[in-house]
């Protein structure tokens, strides 16, 4: 493992080379070269469909396409590769997840607690599964600290409770609830839960089986990998309990006009050809991951937070959501708009997002119509925050004026 140096770090990206700052990685991260690569070397050399053709390069890439769910199910401490299902990204595990699992259970007046701090992609699957169900969606409120409030989870959790959607990192506030304490309240109650990754493995893979948890999911594209490609853990008994979700070629073992027999997890949930390069990409990046000292990486990109955080505070108007240790800074400014501020931002070559992150529920329990989001990962530096710190007070001038 080499140790951290945010120099030689930068290195690693091409895209920074281009002019501006990049402070969006809760959006998307940037891409080191070894994915670049990964991906390219697939589609100039070894180009071939998995788990179909006996010939060379198909042989090949699907053992190296079957090696990268081992590296994810280690990653996880999965204790079984099985358990790991290729998706499309957070969004589509969490889907799965509600029509595979939850559809064919949820009886008319069970309940499902989904906390107030979540993305839309851990809301609306559930909504639309309450509908389809008729079972109830319940909220967990946020707290004080604007985090999913566990005390009160104690108290909605009733006979009826079947499962429970949180996330491990808030992509508004950065904040991570006390996943043990959650999953062990659910389990108490027989419920299930899901936790929306997307944002948190960035910070720190969890360790599923240490955590109990029943359903994980996660998105390459923000782990410094490839979009199109996500991961849904699911406990292996769970998964084996749930008829496939898409119909196509390699999800079944048989099929004739009178049906179909699913193939074993999983494949049953794998239907038509997968996202091979992005599949190698992701393992690229886990691969290229794994030679740096990520503790270090992880500290540092807080401090640069942290710095931008203290120096706008220097702006009257500022207000911050940042939870303690955040990398993620969202912040309004009294009187002006996100939009326009972000618009004047992008202007001067730095970028961010504005709006409501895809957390209106969160927004609206805030009070606020949206926030400016700065995100900060281990290539950025200090350079950017200064450049951060001096846009916004050039845009407020300007609105001012
Ligand atoms: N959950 C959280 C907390 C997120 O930040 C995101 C991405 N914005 C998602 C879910 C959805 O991820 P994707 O769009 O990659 O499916």
Not at 65 to 89: K, S, Y
Request: charged content about 15%; glycine content about 8%.
């Amino acid at each position: 493992m080499t140790a951290f140096n945010p120099a030689t770090f930068r290195n690693d990206f091409p895209a920074l080379a281009q002019s501006g700052v990049y402070l969006d990685s809760a959006a998307t991260a940037l891409k080191p070269q070894p994915v670049i690569d990964a991906i390219s070397q697939y589609y100039t050399a070894e180009t071939g469909n998995v788990h179909r053709s006996q010939y060379a390069h198909a042989q090949q890439v699907t053992a190296r396409f079957e090696q990268v769910r081992c590296t994810v199910a280690a990653l996880l401490n999965a204790d079984d590769p099985r358990c790991i299902v290729w998706t499309r990204g957070t969004t589509e595990a969490i889907n799965l997840v509600a029509q595979s699992y939850a559809r064919p259970r949820l009886q008319p007046g069970d309940e499902i607690i989904v906390s107030e701090a979540e993305h839309h992609a851990n809301l609306i699957p559930w909504l639309m599964v309450a509908q389809q169900t008729g079972a109830r969606i319940v909220k967990l409120p946020i707290g004080v600290d604007a985090q999913p409030d566990l005390e009160a989870l104690a108290d909605l959790i009733t006979p009826r409770t079947r499962l429970l959607a949180l996330s491990q990192m808030s992509n508004v506030t950065g904040g991570q609830p006390d996943l043990a304490k959650a999953i062990a309240l659910a389990h108490q109650a027989g419920a299930v839960v899901m936790i929306d990754g997307a944002q948190g493995i960035v910070h720190g893979a969890p360790d599923v089986q240490a955590l109990d948890i029943d359903f994980y999911a996660f998105s390459g594209h923000k782990l410094f990998g490839p979009t199109g490609i996500g991961v849904l853990y699911g406990k292996a008994d769970l998964l084996e309990s749930m008829p496939p979700w898409h119909g196509g070629g390699k999800m079944m073992s048989a099929v004739s006009f009178d049906g179909f027999t699913p193939q074993a997890i999983p494949q049953r949930f794998e239907a038509g050809t997968p996202a091979i390069a992005e599949v190698l990409g992701l393992g690229a990046a886990l691969t290229w991951m794994q030679g740096y000292d990520w503790r270090a990486a992880e500290h540092y990109g807080q401090g640069l937070a942290q710095l931008a955080e203290q120096q706008l505070a220097r702006f009257p108007c500022f207000r911050s959501l940042r939870s303690p240790n955040a990398t993620i800074l969202s912040f309004t400014l009294s009187d002006v708009h996100p939009n326009d501020l972000a618009t004047l931002l992008a202007e001067q070559q730095i970028a961010v997002r504005a709006g409501h992150h895809c957390a209106q529920p969160l927004f609206a329990a805030l009070g606020l119509d949206g926030a400016v989001r700065a995100s900060f990962a281990p290539y950025n530096n200090e350079h950017d925050v200064t450049a951060l710190v001096t846009a916004v007070g050039n845009a407020l001038d300007l609105l001012r004026d």
